[in-house]
């Protein structure tokens, strides 16, 4: 799964490694793909989806990002010299005293060496993959219309070249401008450089604010820019991943539409960004969460949420896109959105909980904040003897599952703790005595003298990974015999290798094929909490070979070929280097 993803926290794209854009939506990352070829078969010249340059006698292609940016480059070679540069980017920026973020990508392409022959392809698609034809041409641009979408592609190329397919010979620079539907002040050339620099500029200066470890930084700082690529900076809210529909493992239909924001999965995504410093990516998502509660006309929550905090996410097929190599369907919306999911109010307490002790934040928890929150811990109380489909999201399956409980229980220790912090003793004693009713249940009902572990839910036998999670949480220390016993079950069952499965029983589609990614990481971590620091950094060290040559990482892994299946760019995964390398990097002092 050879792709980068460039992006400026309004729009993203997928960059093969031929420098073809081959998935976009528009106007936002939830919005209708405008360009689609990751979810059809392999197609030739009159495949639909795609922004392609096409070097006729193609030979190798190298890619890279520009030092700590989200800026692409591609070099093209062919087989009588010819070289071309591509560089793709969104702008972002500071102008004005805000950030500039338009819906907008900039493409530059730039001769070497030699002279190559190019074939430009503009193959957008409308209408969850039907492909779209241009509306009127002006002298510089080409337009394209659809439902609730106006956009443009501005250009110094040749237009016959870009709409008709015609072999050109690159000669000088080419420019595009994916865009509004409006005219443009400056020439394509001027506004590429001009927004080429500015935004390389802003991305640095954003990653020298990180507090990153000594040891792994370019791993830690791809990450972390790919994590701030999957939010929406309009309200906070952070994706699962930018795509839909790449199937967990080859045909198996295990094809989900991840563009919405989990609170559950957002709360590890923010807690590891406040780790490296990133604040303002904590500040705005707690908005997005504050404004849901806020408006809710319940205290019940779903599991997740539309970017802009719709709670309907209706699921449909797209009949016009074949799927991933051909793997359909291809699902825009989540049922998930219907399931009954407990750890919701522990999860938006945990991620609150920051607000009422970083004095580095501007806004603070304040008491009407304080309310919501006892309201959230009052559901995950009353929650937390009934059974739900659980972290993993089963669909035909309810269970008293451990994970769910464990989070609720964290959530009311962490009322304790906020209360204890604004001086309602009171209250304390109160979430105190309820975290402590719960805290026992779990110990004695989630544990199986059978199995000698914590199991997956309260009286069964199956092996969980989530249970990893629980000193995390700090439900028990990582030294206590009992996760000591679990983790050494969880390897003899769930691990191959360096990877881990979530669970091996089967669930709604059968047994997993592909081991979860994050999982290893926090099999490397419950290591080095347990005391195998050298094994934890040997292995997470091997992690990070998984690793595509961009440094980004999907959702599942092959345990046999090593090739990345799901959903991309994870930002589960991406969680999972950054707080790996956190915990296991030596000191600075250390190396410096």
């Known amino acids: 799964m050879n792709y980068g993803v460039i992006g400026n926290c309004q729009v993203a794209a997928l960059i093969d490694e031929q420098a073809r854009m081959v998935w ?5 990352p939830d919005g209708d793909p405008v360009f689609s070829a990751l979810l059809q078969k392999e197609g030739g010249e009159s495949a639909t989806g795609v922004f392609a340059i096409d070097m006729v006698d193609l030979t190798r292609t190298e890619q890279t990002y520009l030092r700590n940016s989200a800026i692409i480059e591609t070099k093209l070679y062919d087989a009588h010299g010819g070289v071309i540069r591509i560089l793709d980017f969104a702008p972002r920026f500071r102008s004005r005293g805000r ?13 070497l060496a030699g002279r190559p022959t190019l074939r430009l392809r503009l193959r957008p698609t409308a209408g969850f993959g039907e492909r779209v034809a241009p509306g009127v041409s002006g002298s510089h641009h080409v337009r394209f219309t659809a439902e609730n979408l106006h956009y443009r592609v501005t250009t110094d190329a040749s237009l016959a070249a870009l709409t008709e397919n015609r072999p050109v010979v690159l000669e000088h620079s080419l420019h595009f401008i994916i865009g509004p539907d409006e005219t443009l002040q400056e020439s394509p050339a001027a506004l590429a450089r001009e927004f080429l620099g500015a935004t390389l500029n802003y991305w640095q200066e954003w990653v020298r604010t990180l507090a990153v470890p000594a040891d792994w930084q370019d791993a830690v700082i791809r990450a972390a820019i790919t994590l701030k690529l999957c939010t929406y900076e309009d309200t906070g809210a952070v994706l699962a991943a930018l795509t839909t529909s790449i199937p967990e493992a080859a045909n198996t239909t295990r094809n989900w539409d991840y563009r919405y924001c989990w609170l559950r999965d957002s709360y590890f995504v923010i807690q590891t960004l406040n780790r490296l410093g990133a ?3 904590m500040e ?3 908005h997005y969460i504050d404004q849901i509660i806020a408006t809710s006309t319940a205290d019940t929550l779903q599991p997740l949420y539309g970017i802009t905090g719709d709670p309907r996410a209706e699921e449909k097929i797209a009949t016009a896109l074949s799927g991933y190599r051909g793997m359909g369907p291809v699902r825009f919306g989540n049922l ?3 399931q009954v999911q407990h750890d919701v109010y522990g999860s938006v307490i945990l991620a609150a909980t920051q607000l009422f002790f970083d004095e580095r934040l501007v806004r603070s928890g304040d008491q009407t904040l304080l309310e919501r929150l ?3 811990g009052k559901r995950a109380v009353a929650t937390f003897e009934e059974s739900d489909a659980g972290p993993w999201e089963f669909r035909g399956r309810m269970q008293r599952h451990t994970f769910s409980a464990a989070i609720s229980w964290a959530g009311c220790d962490r009322l304790a703790r906020i209360a204890r912090r604004v001086g309602d003793q009171v209250a304390a004693r109160e ?5 402590a009713r719960m805290k026992k249940e779990i110990l004695e009902k989630a544990w199986s003298d059978e199995r000698q572990s914590f199991t997956s839910a309260f009286g069964n036998r199956d092996l969980d990974a989530t249970a990893l999670l629980l000193p995390e949480l700090g439900l028990l220390p990582a030294t206590d015999p009992r996760f000591l016993k ?7 069952e769930l691990r191959i290798g360096d990877l881990l499965f979530r669970y091996k029983h089967a669930d709604d589609f059968g047994a997993p094929e592909n081991a979860f990614t994050i999982c290893a990481f926090w099999y490397v971590n419950a290591l080095a909490a347990a005391g195998r620091v050298d094994e934890a950094r040997a292995r997470f060290t091997r992690l990070l070979e998984r690793r595509n040559p961009l440094g980004l990482l999907s959702e599942d892994i092959s345990p046999s070929t090593g090739e990345l299946w799901g959903n991309f760019p994870q930002t589960y995964s991406m969680v999972g280097v950054i707080g790996s390398a956190l915990r296991l990097s030596r000191s600075w002092e250390e190396i410096v």
Do not use: G
């Open 24 to 28: 976009a939506c528009l106007p936002r």
């Open 99 to 111: 950030v500039f973020r338009p819906m907008m990508f900039v493409r530059s392409v730039e001769p």
């Open 279 to 281: 604040t303002r990516t």
């Open 284 to 286: 705005a998502y707690l």
């Open 336 to 338: 998930a959105v219907e």
């Open 374 to 376: 006892y309201r959230l």
């Open 431 to 435: 979430w105190e005595a309820r975290a």
């Open 486 to 492: 679990t983790l050494e079950r969880i390897e003899e």
